[in-house]
């Protein structure tokens, strides 16, 4: 008997399996669509919606051991609206897309309904890296353009979204833009991705799920520019490149899983810990908050494995990940095993990888 449905590479594509307490799993059949852009699974576990042709059009299924069951035509995204993000409340589907008005779309009984985003989101070159689903509430994460915000949305029982609230986020970078964010028991987790001219930097920021407070953040240099301006007179300082992060997932005991390329898999597990347990970090006076913290917070266990990590998926209820290789391929992996095949950085130390 299947216990949850789980979206894995396959080599003909992404492709449904099935989790069961037997085999981790077990494909079942190929994700429907031309040029599919994305597709989520439903927060009832039960829904899977597909943005193809191009993030153009957009169509949910019943899923089944059996194959997918289409619960209504595909539909058309608005003229000029190209999708690529994607959630789903039941069976309603919410598309996010880049545009001139930036919106989060609802498609209800076979039409969509826009809800512009607020106030200073509104602004031309805003758009909306990820949804994250929280019961009846929407958080949606904003992008590049400074200042950046949650944009949380309350939905209703017909499916449609409230006028959003803004919570500031804080601006660590030029350039910075959200890759993964993911949602906890207890917290929200937010990995971004900056570039000014002394290089690339990430930052993954901890934030209390019940009130989006930050409490915590880990900083990284990932890349530094040997760039000198007339102003220099120093030699440039040469670093080798360091693996990135590349996938973001938490299992359903706030373990939260970390793709990190060559560098294998991080683990940080916040189930022993509650927001109140890291102190609230202070904002800065000015949108832009350049202070890094280069140092875990908590313990964080790291496992090098036979290949690079370019993502990680998790099954709700399941304390374990899939672990993304190329090729594409994946392997389960138990906390217990992590734990014993990695090795821990101690609470406080300096992240030099």
């Known amino acids: 008997m299947v216990s949850a449905f789980v979206l894995l590479p396959s080599k003909d594509g992404l492709a449904v399996h099935a989790f069961t307490a037997a085999a981790p799993c077990q494909a079942l059949w190929k994700v429907p669509g031309t ?8 927060t009832d576990g039960e829904h899977l919606g597909v943005l193809d042709q191009a993030g153009k059009r957009a169509t949910v299924y019943r899923m089944s051991p059996d194959g997918p069951q289409r619960l ?20 309603t589907l919410y598309a996010a897309a880049p545009s001139r008005t930036p919106a989060i779309y609802a498609m209800i009984d076979g039409a969509w309904h826009a809800r512009l985003l607020p106030g200073q989101a509104l602004k031309c070159g805003k758009r909306v890296d ?20 949650f944009i949380v ?6 499916g449609t ?21 993911a949602l906890g028991e207890r917290w929200v ?3 971004s991705h900056g570039s000014n001219r002394a290089g690339d930097s990430e930052h993954l920021a901890l934030f209390d799920r019940a009130n989006l407070v930050e409490h915590a953040c880990i900083s990284r240099e990932v890349h530094h520019s040997a760039r000198r301006s007339v102003f220099d007179t120093e030699p440039p300082v040469v670093r080798p490149p360091k693996a990135p992060w590349t996938g973001l997932a938490f ?66 209820g399941q304390r374990g990940c899939f672990v993304l ?29």
Request: proline share 9%; net charge negative; aromatic share 8%.
């Open 153 to 158: 949305f309350d939905i209703a029982s017909d």
């Open 35 to 42: 040029s599919i852009t994305t597709a989520r699974v439903s």
């Open 251 to 316: 299992a359903g005991n706030d373990c939260l899983y970390i793709g990190w390329g060559v560098e294998g898999l991080g683990v940080l597990h916040l189930e022993g810990y509650s927001p109140g347990d890291l102190p609230h970090r202070e904002a800065s006076d000015s949108w832009y908050d350049p202070r890094w913290v280069t140092q875990t917070p908590i313990p964080l266990v790291r496992m090098r494995l036979e290949a690079p990590v370019v993502g990680v998926v998790t099954v709700p």
């Open 72 to 91: 209504a035509p595909p539909i058309t995204l608005p003229k000029g609206v190209v999708g690529d993000v994607v959630a789903l409340h039941g069976a």
């Open 161 to 181: 979204l409230s006028e959003g609230v803004l919570i500031d986020l804080p601006v660590r970078s030029a350039y910075e833009h959200v890759r993964f964010a």
């Open 130 to 149: 990820e949804l994250l689903l929280d019961g009846s509430r929407m958080i949606a994460v904003d992008n590049i353009v400074a200042p950046k915000f």
């Open 325 to 353: 290789f190329p090729g594409p391929q994946f392997r389960w992996l138990e906390p217990e095993e992590i734990v014993s095949g990695g090795e821990v950085i101690p609470r406080g130390a300096e992240i030099t990888f």
């Open 189 to 191: 987790a937010v990995s």
